[in-house]
């Protein structure tokens, strides 16, 4: 009776796994959808806990799974209510990283158990060749197949995250050599050759397969690190996906390795969202992904020589009258950027978009699908400001409305919206789509100084005609203009 009804509970989680999904596909219904899985994994977690039996034996310990449950939950709580807007991408990457640490220790607690229980059964076997026979079953290869991929997978996944949380908080630099991607093949070859070994030898000898199993994790560790350390700062949103899709990966060979309907089914889900998303990512920046692996795009040095072709001079704007510019405007187009949400300005640049809207003003949002630290930042950023998400553009739609829009005020967007991308076949990004915010009458730049974006490279944009620079912190730039304006 106890697994029929753990079957149904598995059932509904997986069921809520792909209807949430569905609805984190539209703003409108992501906060929904998100509670709706979170409602869904919450009932497999506790149909688990109290249904699941092993030999026809319930779990024990119950005291150690719900003091885990309750300090992880603690956490999770305290570090999302905490989190700034422009941290979220930290968080994402590191809570990332702590699920593929998940898969690698069940990885590591499975092979140990399986190597015990081989050792248990088997010991009592005089006939060697009946022993070998058993100890090289299919049953058990197979299961020492997805194990493997479960640690490497979560290894990569793990050690790639936290060094992308190093990189986005600054604590972590670009760092290449020549010959890396070279050692990064071999290094990748070796873990591969290591547990082929692993799954040959398996059984013959447990002692040895145990050492070869704990070096393909450290290599694994080692291969994460190698796999993110040189690549760009512009090119985290995609290495962000690309690990997520990783850990949705491992989590499913732990749905595998449980028989668990619904780890396999969120496992699967992760993964394909996050493969999907990624080629999404790679598509906006018109890179493929092998370009985005080892290009090292974004990286500094490269970045910074690129940068050095003479721009000319840009023109400065005072506050009174970027104010009357937008207040006399029939159409304006906010484009937010990272420059937004390290300001904490998502609220003052709403008031601003009700104040204009209050002089008979239009405004829309141009959205780029790579602005800010991770996909959809700065969806999540102005969703928590309240902006009503018919206001949020697309780039495509957001490039057929510029032509007829009066002014366009940048809020620390800087590589989305490049002209280099189009104009200059020797920039590194050159081919990305961005938005074509030139094409407005007027372009209006709110940012700290005139220092290059993420991407290390000088916009062009900040030197044409139509486009005056308006300095300053976005959040008190915003509550100055909001005052301005009233008086216009």
Not at 36 to 56: C, E, P, Q
Not at 233 to 245: C, E, H, Q, R, T
Request: one cysteine or more; hydrophobic letters at 50%; glycine letters at 10%.
């Amino acid at each position: 009776m106890g697994s029929s009804i753990l079957s149904i509970i598995y059932l509904i989680g997986s069921v809520t796994f792909i209807l949430g999904l569905k609805m984190l596909s539209k703003p409108d219904t992501a906060r929904k959808g998100n509670l709706v899985a979170a409602a869904g994994m919450s009932l497999a977690i506790l149909g688990t806990i109290f249904l699941y039996r092993v030999n026809d034996a319930p779990l024990h310990n119950y005291g150690w799974i719900f003091t885990g449950l309750v300090i992880g939950g603690v956490i999770g709580v305290l570090s999302a209510k905490k989190v700034k807007m422009t941290a979220m991408p930290e968080m994402v990457s590191m809570f990332n990283g702590m699920g593929g640490a998940c898969a690698a220790l069940i990885s590591i607690v499975e092979f140990d158990h399986l190597i015990k229980l081989i050792k248990n059964l088997y010991a009592p076997v005089s006939d060697d060749h009946l022993a070998l026979q058993l100890l090289e079953s299919s049953a058990s290869k197979g299961m020492v197949i997805i194990i493997l991929l479960s640690l490497i997978i979560g290894a990569v996944s793990c050690a790639g995250s936290i060094v992308a949380w190093g990189k986005l908080t600054g604590k972590v630099k670009d760092f290449s050599f020549n010959g890396q991607h070279f050692l990064n093949m071999g290094v990748l070859a070796l873990i591969v050759g290591l547990s082929v070994w692993l799954v040959c030898i398996f059984g013959i000898s447990p002692g040895t397969g145990l050492i070869v199993f704990y070096v393909v994790f450290l290599l694994a560790l080692f291969y994460g690190v190698l796999f993110v350390l040189p690549i760009g700062g512009a090119d985290m949103p995609v290495v962000i996906s690309l690990l997520n899709s990783f850990t949705g990966v491992a989590a499913a060979c732990g749905g595998f390795l449980y028989s668990n309907p619904v780890m396999l089914t969120g496992g699967i889900l992760v993964g394909s969202a996050g493969t999907i998303l990624t080629i999404l990512m790679c598509k906006a920046m018109n890179r493929s992904l092998k370009n985005v692996l080892i290009g090292s795009f974004g990286g500094g040095a490269a970045g910074a020589a690129a940068s050095g072709k003479e721009q000319g001079n840009y023109k400065e704007i005072s506050l009174n009258d970027a104010a009357v510019v937008l207040a006399y405007a029939n159409k304006v187009i906010i484009v937010p950027g990272y420059g937004l949400a390290v300001a904490q300005a998502q609220h003052a640049c709403h008031e601003l978009e009700k104040q204009l809207e209050e002089k008979g003003v239009e405004v829309k949002y141009a959205i780029h699908p790579v602005a800010g630290r991770m996909p959809g930042h700065m969806n999540v950023l102005l969703a928590e400001a309240d902006v009503p998400y018919e206001k949020l553009l697309e780039m495509e739609d957001a490039n057929a409305e510029f032509p007829t829009t009066d002014a366009v005020l940048i809020l620390g967007a800087n590589d989305v919206v490049n002209p280099a991308a189009k104009n200059d076949p020797a920039s590194p990004i050159y081919g990305m789509p961005i938005l074509e915010v030139e094409n407005a009458k007027v372009v209006i730049v709110n940012k700290r100084s005139m220092k290059p974006g993420y991407a290390g490279i000088e916009n062009d944009l900040f030197f044409q005609p139509k486009t005056s620079m308006l300095f300053g912190d976005a959040k008190k730039v915003l509550q100055e203009l909001l005052s301005a304006i009233k008086e216009v």
